[in-house]
């Protein structure tokens, strides 16, 4: 049996073991995906213990993306430019390789956003803030905010207005909106039209955020899409085979939040 799973703390609320549990049992895998809720000061030693354990590898979420970047013998192309990592595998050799697949995840969901060449706000400063930059390469200019101003050259919320009043895309790169914690106040009325709102945020997943922006008739993209893509590579490299994004596992996914 292959064995990986996803770290986080918290990490109950994670869909990723239903998300690789739908793909394991569509391929026919003798494998299993789990949560594994793990506090910062333990993290380093929980992975060398997974690594000892046989595990194939682990998805890393909040708060561990930095540290995972931290410890990785190897990093792709897109980790190293984020500085984070979201999926650590680990090699027959004995090291272990960081992957940043929430960039291309990010890309993927968007796909149909017309973005290029225009202004787009990034909320947030932290690992996904820097895959969502990554994401988003193809936008005339990325205005990127953050409660506190100065990290990674954001300026603060107060800027909103000025950032907001041209803006094509708005991506809510943090943890504010998830369930339990305290939503994003912005005001999306200064927004033009036709802008895009996106949020990471899965669960819930109809976000304080989004049920305002369509509310005001904006186009609205969850974060289901990014979850499901940025797990695509990841499940490839834990269990061999590439799987495919498909209406089935969104419905899946979807029904899993509304049991939740």
Known sequence: MKVAGVIGWPVAQSLSPRLHGFWLAQHGIDGAYVKLPVAPHDFATVVRGLRRAGFQGVSVTIPHKQAAFAIAHRLDETAQAAGAVNQLVFCEDGTMEGLNTDAP???AALAGVDYAGKPVV??????ASRAAQLALKDAGEIRLLNRTPGRMGASGFGHWADAAKDAALVVNATSAGMKGAPPLDIDLALLPGSAVVC????????????????????????????????AVPAFRAFFGVTPDVTPALRKTLEEALRDA
């Open 122 to 127: 990034i909320l947030g400063a932290g690992g």
């Open 105 to 107: 995840g990010l890309a």
């Open 199 to 230: 949020d990471i945020v899965y669960n819930p997943l109809e976000t304080a955020l989004l049920r305002r922006a369509r509310a005001r008739g904006l186009k609205a993209v969850d974060g289901l899409g990014m979850l499901m893509h940025q």
